[in-house]
């Protein structure tokens, strides 16, 4: 799997928190995080969705996807999101690191 290019955009969402947008374009490669509680580098899989400017005006027009349970919910339907007027809501349940996501297709 090939290396996502920077910079990262990881989507960081708050317990309850959802992102409602369109999918113009979608990547999926590897990036090396720093966890935050100091455990040692790791390589994970990514999903990069490209938004428009309406969902993202600032600078990168995309969002790293780093949750392997949200990651696993959207690619099966990414196929019938890019490039389509259709909507999907992601919304956080909870707090890392126990935290889940849903996808709905609006």
Same mark, same amino acid.
């Given at each position: 799997m090939p290396v996502l290019p *920077? !910079?990262?955009?990881? &989507?960081? #969402? *708050?317990?309850? *928190?959802?992102l409602t947008t369109t999918i113009l374009k979608s990547e999926e490669g590897e990036m090396t995080?720093? +966890?935050r509680? /100091?455990?040692? +580098?790791? @390589?994970i899989q990514v999903v990069r969705v490209h938004v +428009? +400017? %309406? @969902? =993202? !005006?600032l600078?990168? /027009?995309?969002?790293? #996807? @780093?949750?392997s349970t949200l990651v696993a919910q959207? =690619?099966? #339907?990414l196929s019938t &999101? $890019? *490039?389509?007027?259709r909507q999907v809501r992601i919304t956080k349940v909870g707090v890392a690191p126990r935290a889940?996501? @849903? $996808? %709905?297709v609006i």
């Open positions: *920077g !910079p990262y955009e990881i &989507l960081e #969402l *708050g317990d309850g *928190g959802s995080i720093n +966890p509680d /100091g455990r040692s +580098p790791k @390589t +428009p +400017p %309406e @969902t =993202k !005006p600078f990168p /027009g995309y969002y790293d #996807l @780093t949750s959207l =690619k099966p #339907l &999101l $890019v *490039g389509n007027s889940r996501f @849903t $996808v %709905e």
